[in-house]
């Protein structure tokens, strides 16, 4: 097992480093001037210059790179064009937002996916076809729209749910409850469907195995089989999927937390993106490719433990 997490790591590295790299050679190549979207169009250019001289934008592309990442490795991302405050502070007051958001979403998909995929897989007939339906109208839907229609259902026809906002979830778990439960539905609409499908197609491969006829012929009952036997050995694919459409749905919290008015890294993406806010930027995209990366190694430990092949 150490094996392994020693891999991923080692990996990951070069990864960070490909990754920050990229990152700094292509922001650069984005539309507009970082210093005259700070001080506005009617800036002269001795100030412009001025100000492209203090933050550094004169130097060689290298040269800051360089700087960057001397800066980077002990900690200190930068700071904000447009607030003055480090940017890993940012990063943190807005980072748990969206871990929230995307491990509601989640829960949600592994609870109705796995049920419904193992369902349709034990039950089949018109339980399986209304299963594909379902996951075929999840996988279609754009979570953006899903969020819009649950939004005008259930915030203002029926006004059991607020539309926007937020409280954070040590502060008030009822009330988080009642901010996330939208986002987090359209959020993992997708992914339940993924894990529908995935699940249905794990379990339809176990059910004719020998040691389920076994289990029959002992007498165990279905449910013991289903839920005793048949996930336990499905869990492996289960849980890479799993892990592939919880980093899906942090490229989708962009456009979900624009959606319903949430202050997370999706939302502070799309600032930093509109103001050139090019720290920003920059430590955004690497804090993303490090949760891809975690979650990754999260993911391959679990089923590295479940299936010794693996390993």
Same mark, same amino acid.
């Given at each position: 097992m150490?094996? =392994?997490?020693?891999r &991923?790591?080692?990996?990951a $590295?070069p990864?960070?480093f490909v990754?920050?790299l %990229? @990152?700094?050679?292509?922001v650069?190549?984005?539309?507009?001037?970082?210093?005259t979207?700070?001080?506005?169009?009617s800036?002269?250019a001795?100030q412009?210059?001025a100000l492209?001289?203090?933050?550094?934008?004169?130097l060689?592309i290298?040269?800051?790179?360089?700087?960057?990442?001397g800066?980077?490795?002990?900690?200190?991302?930068g700071?904000?064009?447009?607030?003055?405050q480090p940017?890993?502070? =940012?990063?943190?007051? &807005?980072i748990?937002v969206? $871990?929230?958001l995307?491990?509601?979403?989640?829960? %949600? @998909?592994?609870l109705v996916g796995?049920?419904l995929?193992?369902?349709?897989?034990v039950?089949?007939?018109?339980l399986?076809?209304v299963a594909?339906?379902?996951v075929?109208?999840?996988m279609?839907?754009?979570?953006?729209?899903?969020g819009?229609v649950i939004?005008?259902v259930?915030?203002?026809?029926l006004r059991?749910?607020?539309?926007?906002g937020?409280?954070d979830?040590?502060?008030?778990p009822?009330?988080w409850?009642r901010?996330?439960?939208?986002?987090?539905v359209?959020l993992?609409a997708?992914?339940?469907?993924?894990v529908?499908l995935q699940?249905?197609?794990?379990m339809l491969g176990l059910?004719?195995?020998e040691f389920v006829?076994?289990l029959?012929?002992?007498g165990?009952s279905?449910?013991?089989i289903?839920w005793g036997?048949?996930?336990r050995?499905?869990?492996?694919?289960?849980?890479?999927?799993v892990g592939?459409q919880f980093?899906?749905?942090?490229?989708?919290?962009?456009v979900?937390?624009?959606?319903f008015?949430l202050?997370?890294?999706?939302?502070l993406i799309?600032e930093?993106?509109?103001r050139?806010?090019l720290?920003?930027?920059q430590?955004?995209?690497?804090?993303?490719a490090?949760l891809?990366?975690?979650v990754n190694?999260?993911?391959?430990?679990i089923?590295?433990?479940?299936?010794?092949?693996?390993?």
């Amino acid at each position: 097992m150490l094996a =392994v997490i020693g891999r &991923r790591i080692a990996l990951a $590295l070069p990864i960070l480093f490909v990754v920050s790299l %990229l @990152t700094f050679l292509l922001v650069p190549f984005l539309p507009g001037d970082p210093a005259t979207a700070i001080l506005g169009e009617s800036a002269s250019a001795e100030q412009i210059a001025a100000l492209r001289s203090q933050l550094g934008l004169d130097l060689p592309i290298g040269e800051r790179y360089a700087q960057w990442l001397g800066s980077a490795l002990t900690g200190d991302l930068g700071q904000s064009y447009f607030s003055s405050q480090p940017v890993a502070d =940012v990063v943190a007051g &807005r980072i748990g937002v969206t $871990l929230s958001l995307a491990c509601a979403a989640t829960v %949600l @998909t592994v609870l109705v996916g796995v049920s419904l995929g193992a369902a349709a897989a034990v039950r089949g007939g018109a339980l399986d076809r209304v299963a594909q339906v379902v996951v075929t109208l999840g996988m279609s839907v754009p979570g953006f729209w899903l969020g819009l229609v649950i939004v005008i259902v259930f915030a203002i026809w029926l006004r059991v749910l607020p539309p926007s906002g937020y409280t954070d979830l040590f502060d008030d778990p009822g009330k988080w409850a009642r901010y996330i439960i939208l986002p987090a539905v359209a959020l993992a609409a997708g992914a339940t469907a993924a894990v529908a499908l995935q699940t249905r197609a794990a379990m339809l491969g176990l059910m004719n195995q020998e040691f389920v006829r076994t289990l029959r012929a002992k007498g165990i009952s279905p449910r013991s089989i289903v839920w005793g036997h048949l996930l336990r050995n499905a869990a492996g694919p289960i849980i890479a999927v799993v892990g592939l459409q919880f980093i899906t749905m942090l490229g989708n919290v962009v456009v979900i937390e624009q959606v319903f008015g949430l202050p997370g890294l999706g939302s502070l993406i799309f600032e930093a993106v509109n103001r050139l806010d090019l720290p920003l930027m920059q430590a955004l995209v690497l804090v993303m490719a490090l949760l891809v990366i975690v979650v990754n190694l999260i993911s391959d430990v679990i089923v590295a433990w479940l299936n010794p092949k693996v390993r």
